[in-house]
């Protein structure tokens, strides 16, 4: 590993992990760099087969054909790039539907925002948008959208909902109240809400930092709780709450709960901050609520632990929290032979799947110390399974690494470069490794997912060092000379509702490209109709004018690949896969050959195509069209065992799909690829 990322572990894992300095990630050792981030003609390079665990990485591999929904006009995080549930799936209407927020742009200034639904009823081929808010001087960012089905109906224009997202207002466009839009039987009608009706001491406000969830059933309805925000001498990390009835088309509480209040959790000492992390709520199909946090009580200081506090009557009283036993850890730690274990960063986003009365499964982050040198020696998913008052905790999987995600530093640019320049900062993923969790429409399954460092490919050289600024809880933290990174990839995992064994975890898309901005729904069809969104950086050749455009051009690719600011454009793109076989759809890998990755997708001029093989043959690239005709020959010759690469010139090409594939031995694979002009 080379200096500079040392110092870019060193300094990640300091800023993104309350624990002592001493404590540094033992990064994994990766096998001998063959593989390069950089165009060339072709190049070809041998290698033993690149292995983790005892398998072979190529044999698990599944791309998802995405498909290019729209650009983004906000800044990623503030659209698609957050916590938010703005990807939902009905299962008696068969409804895909994804919320969207647009500014409103007048002779070049913002004057407004609007809010729309995107609704697909087959399987995400198609959408069709639904404009639900459209206001001069305000704006909503990071929406959120829930499902409300009444009557079971299967027609999706009679699906209930509630929109609602942090507003914007002018004139300095600074954060105001939540906005809430509201489909019921009878209207579709807006209106903003300043915070809790009840219980809330010094007026504290909604945040952003919420979860929200539509009920169906014999008592359809809408649930919301989240963090308030500190407003006066109010504490920063109360919790509140609201659930919106559809029958009565009212609210049936609007309140901080007694049972959730500060005086119950870690005093943190100060009104600004908490130790209290983000709450996320969930329902069973009777409407029952429950509520679960991760946090340190008043009572026990010094062990953070999962706990949920129930509702029975929509919101209108909670029970106390019932803990987890922190015995619970100790078994952890004996049962997986470690040293000590702890709760990873509470604060970014944890995910709840309910999977019938008094019974769901929370899952979040456990890191564990090895034995030797008090180190990192792993971070896990775990999951707190609770069934009537039980607790269980199990590992779901190990992660590899800590992704990150970039951004244009403003002061710094200016100074760097003055109106053009782009000096870029990195922090770790606001959204820890993305995890979401999902039930299936029938309730046999759940299903897991993430995004992490690919371990097997480990750091990928850049095309030129790069210089990028850290920072860590919102505060510049650093300053490092980046040369490689390590890209990230979608994994999963499932397991029966009433089975507890968990699979081997699927990397579904191992390739050299940067994934980022991944949601599932919280129901999903099947296991073997998995509905997926990503966030994608567009090509660079696609950058338009802008003024930053020299100087994006100029950024190491991998690097623009995880940016999410306003100044590097982001494409949301919607896939399928098929957790079950995942080589029985979408496949990339047959034994031992693997194409890896068609890189950039869209492409207008150059298209690399890198692919693996475990042994010689002879290797076939072609193109072909949306109609299946062949309309080109890449590579038609034997080759050796290892990595080898080829650029497509995809220049004289009309605009559309096209298919790459690559066969070897008399088995082909293939990869989606989009040209555009």
């Known amino acids: 590993m080379t200096k500079s990322l040392l110092i870019l572990f060193a300094v990640v894992m300091i800023g993104a992990v309350n624990m002592p300095a001493q404590l540094t990630r033992n990064h994994p050792v990766m096998p001998e760099q063959t593989n390069s981030y950089v165009k060339s003609k072709v190049h070809t390079e041998t290698q033993p087969p690149l292995r983790i665990d005892g398998y072979k990485a190529v044999n698990q591999t599944q791309v998802v054909n995405y498909r290019n929904l729209y650009g983004m006009d906000l800044d990623a995080s503030f659209e698609l790039y957050n916590a938010n549930r703005n990807f939902e799936y009905d299962p008696i209407s068969k409804s895909l539907v994804l919320a969207r927020n647009v500014r409103t742009i007048t002779g070049g200034s913002l004057v407004g925002g609007k809010a729309s639904l995107l609704v697909s009823t087959d ?8 404009e639900v808010y459209n ?9 959120s959208v829930s499902l409300v089905n009444i009557d079971n109906q299967q027609d999706a224009a009679t699906l209930n909902w509630c929109l609602s997202g942090q507003t914007y207002v002018s004139p300095n466009w600074s954060a105001g109240p939540i906005g809430l839009v509201f489909k019921t039987v009878t209207d579709i009608y807006d209106f903003t809400s300043e915070g809790p009706d009840v219980n809330n001491g010094p007026s ?9 969830i539509g009920i169906s059933g014999a008592n359809p309805a809408c649930a919301y709780a989240g963090l308030l925000r500190v407003s006066s001498t109010g504490q920063y990390g109360t919790y509140g709450q609201w659930t919106f009835d559809f029958l009565t088309e009212d609210f049936t509480s ?10 119950v959790f870690r005093n943190p000492g100060a009104l600004t901050s908490s130790y209290n992390g983000r709450i996320n709520i969930g329902a069973d199909a009777n409407g029952t609520q429950y509520a679960v946090v991760n946090n340190f009580f008043a009572d026990d200081q010094d062990n953070r632990v999962p706990a949920v506090s129930i509702s029975e009557n929509q919101g209108k009283t909670w029970s106390d929290f019932n803990r987890m036993p922190v015995n619970l850890f100790d078994s952890y730690i004996a049962t997986h032979r470690l040293n000590k274990d702890g709760v990873f960063s509470a604060y970014s986003v944890n995910s709840l799947v309910v999977t019938g009365n008094k019974k769901f499964s929370y899952f979040f982050r456990i890191f564990t110390l090895n034995d030797a040198q008090d180190q990192y020696a792993s971070v896990d998913i775990a999951e707190a399974k609770y069934d009537n008052g039980t607790w269980t905790l199990t590992r779901v ?3 590899n690494g800590f992704p990150l995600e970039f951004g244009q530093h403003d002061s710094a640019s200016t100074a760097d470069g003055g109106a053009s320049g782009y000096t870029p900062y990195y922090q770790w993923n606001s959204q820890g490794h993305e995890i979401q969790s999902a039930i299936t429409a029938d309730g046999s399954s759940i299903l897991v997912k993430w995004v992490d460092e690919n ?3 480990g750091l990928v050289p850049l095309e030129k060092t790069q210089k990028a600024l850290f920072y860590s809880n919102g505060r510049l933290a650093g300053e490092s000379q980046i040369d490689s990174m390590t890209p990230t990839d979608v994994y999963y995992t499932y397991r029966e509702v009433n089975g507890g064994t968990w699979n081997t975890k699927v990397n579904i898309t191992n390739d050299l490209s940067y994934d980022k901005g991944t949601h599932i729904p919280s129901i999903i069809p099947s296991l073997t109709e998995v509905p997926i969104l990503t966030c994608k950086t567009v090509a660079k050749s696609q950058l338009g004018n802008s003024q930053y455009k020299a100087a994006i051009e100029a950024l190491p690719d991998m690097i623009l ?31 031992n050959f693997n194409l890896n990755s068609v890189f950039p997708n869209p492409a207008s001029a150059e298209a690399e195509i890198t692919f693996t093989m475990d042994q010689p043959g002879n290797v076939v690239v072609e193109l072909f069209n949306a109609m299946g005709s062949k309309v080109a020959t890449v590579i038609n010759r034997p080759m050796d065992a290892g990595m080898h690469g080829t650029v497509l010139d995809a220049t004289n090409l009309s605009a559309g799909s096209y298919h790459v594939s690559l066969s070897v031995g008399g088995n082909r694979v293939t990869r989606s690829l989009v040209v555009i002009r």
């Open 123 to 130: 399987m995400g081929s198609t959408f069709t948008e639904l």
């Open 135 to 143: 206001k001069t001087g305000s704006l909503i960012a990071m929406p």
């Open 204 to 212: 504290n406000q909604w945040s952003r930092l919420g979860d929200q």
């Open 254 to 263: 609007s309140q901080s709960p007694t049972k959730w209040a500060s005086s």
């Open 397 to 399: 999987a190990e992660l």
């Open 455 to 457: 371990s097997i490919i």
């Open 561 to 591: 690949d995880a940016s999410i600011d306003f100044w590097t454009p982001n494409i949301v793109q919607v896939g399928m896969f098929n957790a079950i076989n995942p080589s029985s759809v979408n496949e990339v890998t047959h034994y």
